[in-house]
């Protein structure tokens, strides 16, 4: 919903009723994953996509009377459905999609969520898109410290106030599944959570030509990227100008302080490419002991050799050794810095969707693998 919520704070803004439809879990190839929203304006424009075109003109149609007063409803398309030709979701994959009318009388929190969202405040969107028709459309909004709104009854809210808290610290977007009455081990009553997360950040040590390029990859996939060396004279601005910051201080000093300001978090990549011992073994000693989601250091084979001697006499455990992707990347066969940041950016890829790095044609099966999204159900 993020990329269409402009458009929509407008016409809530104004007053205006619009139907939504919003991806809720996705099976097999399906082209956009869980939290791709469309909207139908007041006035029919459509806003957004949940198929890349595969199914937009029955969502639209979905949606279209919905806005106009029909009751909100979880739809799926696919290769499942007699009609799954005729709307073209020719792909083979699966789609839920849920869609609702919002407004300021159906949804009066929505400013809150985009107010939240506009200012890089962690929030989720729970909304009921299955259960008793009084549930069905309710929203609940959860930040750390309180919420918005309500699913209908307190005991509901209160079980899954937890759970989305539990998936927003992970930036995660899932479906829950719950008793009509918020029995934890109850089924019934489905809330989907789209969690609003800032961007994850990528942290780069060693302001060389490859950090350059590794910079620019990273901004390329969304991350908030930070480059920092401790000499002045290299880790400048106009030499990372697509970085987010660039910082003077001792690698491991730097992340030192942003662990223990509470700055990374699950979701967090970092990637030393100093290749220098009294640089990259200190800030991996910090790094292996985070809770990151990658660590990667550069390096020649004989200099991966040394360094993990030098990790092992540092304390570093053989578990944490096993997190430390080195040398750096896949084996891509790469040589220059952008190549070089191609193969690194397809390591944390694969490493975060559990992709096997092979060639797509010498593979069978399922091509997306979206553990979080395609979750019905805990």
Excluded: N
């Excluded at 609702?100 to 929190?109: L, Q, Y």
């Excluded at 030499?239 to 730097?254: G, L, M, S």
């Excluded at 809770?291 to 020649?300: E, F, K, L, N, R």
Aim: net charge negative.
């Amino acid at each position: 919903m993020r990329d269409v919520m402009a458009d929509l704070l407008r016409w809530w803004r104004a007053g205006e009723a619009v139907g939504v439809g919003t991806v809720t879990g996705t099976f097999r190839s399906a082209p956009r994953p869980a939290g791709a929203s469309m909207l139908v304006g007041p006035d029919g424009t459509a806003v957004g996509s949940v198929s890349g075109g595969c199914v937009e003109g029955a969502v639209y149609e979905l949606a279209s009377g919905i806005r106009d007063g029909a009751e909100p409803r979880l739809q799926r398309y696919g290769v499942s459905d007699d009609d799954a030709f005729s709307v073209g979701l020719t792909c083979g994959g699966i789609i839920d999609v849920f869609a609702e009318r919002i407004a300021p009388d159906s949804f009066p929190e929505f400013g809150e969520l985009a107010a939240a969202v506009d200012a890089g405040d962690p929030v989720a969107l729970a909304t009921v898109v299955a259960g008793r028709p009084g549930q069905v459309g309710r929203h609940l909004l959860v930040w750390d410290d309180r919420t918005s709104g309500g699913l209908g009854a307190d005991r509901i809210d209160d079980a899954v106030r937890d759970d989305v808290r539990g998936l927003l610290a992970h930036g995660s977007t899932a479906t829950l599944t719950y008793g009509l009455d918020g029995q934890r081990r109850g089924e019934g009553l489905q809330i989907f959570v789209a969690s609003f997360a800032p961007a994850p950040r990528m942290l780069v040590f060693g302001a060389i030509d490859f950090a350059a390029a590794v910079a620019r990859m990273g901004t390329f996939l969304g991350y908030r990227v930070t480059v920092c060396d401790a000499r002045p004279v290299f880790a400048t601005s106009r030499r990372f100008p697509e970085a987010d910051e660039v910082i003077v201080d001792w690698p491991h000093r730097y992340l030192r302080a942003q662990i223990d300001a509470g700055a990374l978090d699950v979701r967090t990549v970092i990637c030393v490419l100093t290749h220098d011992p009294k640089f990259d073994v200190p800030v991996l000693v910090e790094a292996l002991a985070a809770d990151v989601a990658y660590v990667g250091a550069m390096g020649s084979r004989s200099t991966h050799t040394d360094r993990l001697d030098r990790l092992r006499e540092a304390g570093i455990t053989p578990e944490q050794l096993d997190r430390l992707s080195s040398p750096i990347g896949l084996d891509l066969g790469a040589r220059t810095p952008e190549e070089t940041a191609v193969s690194i950016a397809a390591e944390i890829i694969a490493q975060r969707w559990r992709g096997g790095g092979r060639p797509l044609s010498a593979t069978t099966g399922a091509i997306h693998r979206e553990p979080i999204a395609e979750q019905i159900g805990r």
